[in-house]
């Protein structure tokens, strides 16, 4: 490696230092790249490219999801092709977050941009190895971090939140937030979950583009709701179309059987293309969760889960989240549970109607309506039972399809006959 001294007039402050020629800095700078994209492991991300990304997701998403899945994928392409700003990912694991980073990286360094790819926790790893363990100092490698052209911080949030570990953060962020380096951060916290000085410096919409990824799982579609924890389908693995009963020779009238005909015949077109919001009312034991449970088990068999979810338990998993010693928390629920591409909502009536299950039941509600995701309901309450606020989303034709079941309840033997265990909360206080 040559060294030598540039021809400059006396008094400029590089006059008799001695530099690299032009051929060792290029040596220099690639030595650097190279360098720096191993410790990167973006060999083992070669996969995640732009090419390989699905802009509008899985099949059967519902188009709020795919259209933030597909405004994630046109920013990270946009910020890859200008390496301008910050680009601030959100999402739950696995929705493309990751992939979309290591997309940029993987252009960048196809450009020869020297780019630093770590996950948070591996940041960290990495600057207390240089703690008497490393041929590098600690402040070469904070200095390196902090300066590198690009740099990518995947999975932010899931460090170790030690004081140290967020002052560390906090140091390389606020430094380049000031310095206006091209930075990409990933995270599945919301942002008010995000430590609050770095938080000031993500919400700075004159640098950073924030885009949420509302999409599920796409590394596992058998589970895509990300909570398995919060499904009861499993109880109702046996209540497919093939077995649902309608009950000719029973002595019904015709205006029964015609009404168990139209539920079933809109609960099979449902099933094949989950579109709006599809209603069964009718009392206890007429056959709404079976027909709930077969559009969840068609769904589920080709690849798509639903969310399947007793209303009252719903409302429990929520409560849950508020136990200090819960792992998540209630933000990231109900974020999740208002944006799962398919939910379906058993027994709507028979929660405690306090005015904090009405308000989450109307927040859920709302936001699915303005969004237009796919929701299947099942209530045997008379419409006038039912929330104002709820029903004037329900009454619109537009989206919704209300299917009234007159017939009368299934006999004893039948598993449709059993009144719901939350029965008793219905008027509860």
């Given at each position: 490696?040559?060294?030598?001294?540039?021809?400059?007039?006396?008094?400029?402050?590089?006059?008799?230092?001695?530099?690299?020629?032009?051929?060792?800095?290029?040596?220099?700078?690639?030595?650097?790249?190279?360098?720096?994209?191993?410790?990167?492991?973006?060999?083992?991300?070669?996969?995640?490219?732009?090419?390989?990304?699905?802009?509008?997701?899985?099949?059967?998403?519902?188009?709020?999801?795919?259209?933030?899945?597909?405004?994630?994928?046109?920013?990270?392409?946009?910020?890859?092709?200008?390496?301008?700003?910050?680009?601030?990912?959100?999402?739950?694991?696995?929705?493309?977050?990751?992939?979309?980073?290591?997309?940029?990286?993987?252009?960048?360094?196809?450009?020869?941009?020297?780019?630093?790819?770590?996950?948070?926790?591996?940041?960290?790893?990495?600057?207390?190895?240089?703690?008497?363990?490393?041929d590098v100092s600690y402040e070469e490698r904070f200095d390196e971090i902090r300066q590198t052209t690009l740099l990518i911080l995947d999975?932010?949030?899931?460090?170790?939140?030690?004081?140290?570990?967020?002052?560390?953060?906090?140091?390389?962020?606020?430094?380049?937030?000031?310095?206006?380096?091209?930075?990409?951060?990933?995270?599945?916290?919301?942002?008010?979950?995000?430590?609050?000085?770095?938080?000031?410096?993500?919400?700075?919409?004159?640098?950073?583009?924030?885009?949420?990824?509302?999409?599920?799982?796409?590394?596992?579609?058998?589970?895509?709701?990300?909570?398995?924890?919060?499904?009861?389908?499993?109880?109702?693995?046996?209540?497919?179309?093939?077995?649902?009963?309608?009950?000719?020779?029973?002595?019904?009238?015709?205006?029964?059987?015609?009404?168990?005909?139209?539920?079933?015949?809109?609960?099979?077109?449902?099933?094949?293309?989950?579109?709006?919001?599809?209603?069964?009312?009718?009392?206890?034991?007429?056959?709404?969760?079976?027909?709930?449970?077969?559009?969840?088990?068609?769904?589920?068999?080709?690849?798509?889960?639903?969310?399947?979810?007793?209303?009252?338990?719903?409302?429990?998993?929520?409560?849950?989240?508020?136990?200090?010693?819960?792992?998540?928390?209630?933000?990231?629920?109900?974020?999740?549970?208002?944006?799962?591409?398919?939910?379906?909502?058993?027994?709507?009536?028979?929660?405690?109607?306090?005015?904090?299950?009405?308000?989450?039941?109307?927040?859920?509600?709302?936001?699915?309506?303005?969004?237009?995701?796919?929701?299947?309901?099942?209530?045997?309450?008379?419409?006038?039972?039912?929330?104002?606020?709820?029903?004037?989303?329900?009454?619109?034709?537009r989206l919704c399809r209300i299917i009234g079941i007159t017939a009368p309840a299934y006999r004893s033997s039948r598993p449709d006959s059993?009144?719901?265990?939350?029965?008793?909360?219905?008027?509860?206080?």
């Amino acid at each position: 490696m040559g060294f030598v001294r540039r021809d400059l007039p006396i008094g400029h402050p590089d006059f008799g230092r001695l530099t690299l020629c032009t051929c060792a800095q290029g040596q220099a700078i690639q030595a650097t790249r190279q360098r720096l994209y191993r410790l990167s492991n973006l060999e083992a991300l070669g996969d995640k490219t732009f090419e390989s990304f699905r802009p509008r997701g899985l099949p059967g998403m519902g188009d709020y999801q795919s259209n933030s899945l597909e405004q994630a994928f046109n920013h990270a392409r946009q910020f890859a092709s200008s390496l301008n700003g910050w680009l601030f990912l959100t999402g739950t694991f696995g929705c493309g977050k990751t992939h979309l980073a290591a997309a940029v990286a993987n252009f960048a360094v196809s450009l020869g941009v020297p780019t630093l790819f770590l996950t948070v926790p591996d940041l960290l790893d990495w600057l207390r190895y240089t703690y008497g363990n490393s041929d590098v100092s600690y402040e070469e490698r904070f200095d390196e971090i902090r300066q590198t052209t690009l740099l990518i911080l995947d999975d932010f949030g899931t460090q170790n939140a030690t004081a140290w570990a967020q002052e560390k953060l906090f140091q390389i962020l606020n430094y380049r937030y000031i310095s206006r380096l091209p930075t990409i951060i990933t995270s599945n916290q919301a942002l008010d979950e995000i430590e609050e000085r770095i938080r000031s410096r993500i919400s700075d919409p004159a640098l950073v583009t924030h885009v949420a990824i509302l999409a599920p799982d796409f590394r596992n579609p058998q589970d895509d709701t990300g909570h398995p924890e919060l499904s009861s389908l499993s109880l109702h693995a046996q209540r497919t179309f093939g077995n649902f009963s309608l009950r000719q020779g029973e002595g019904l009238t015709l205006e029964d059987l015609k009404s168990l005909k139209n539920a079933f015949e809109a609960a099979r077109d449902f099933a094949e293309n989950p579109s709006g919001w599809l209603v069964f009312s009718g009392s206890y034991g007429v056959g709404k969760t079976h027909l709930a449970a077969a559009i969840a088990n068609h769904r589920a068999g080709l690849g798509l889960p639903p969310l399947f979810v007793v209303v009252p338990d719903l409302l429990d998993h929520l409560r849950a989240t508020f136990n200090p010693a819960s792992g998540t928390s209630y933000d990231r629920r109900f974020e999740d549970i208002k944006n799962d591409r398919l939910l379906i909502l058993d027994d709507l009536g028979t929660q405690s109607a306090t005015p904090w299950a009405r308000e989450k039941l109307y927040q859920l509600f709302n936001y699915r309506y303005n969004a237009e995701l796919p929701t299947v309901i099942t209530t045997a309450n008379k419409l006038e039972e039912i929330d104002p606020r709820i029903l004037s989303r329900m009454l619109d034709q537009r989206l919704c399809r209300i299917i009234g079941i007159t017939a009368p309840a299934y006999r004893s033997s039948r598993p449709d006959s059993r009144r719901p265990a939350h029965k008793t909360r219905r008027n509860a206080s």
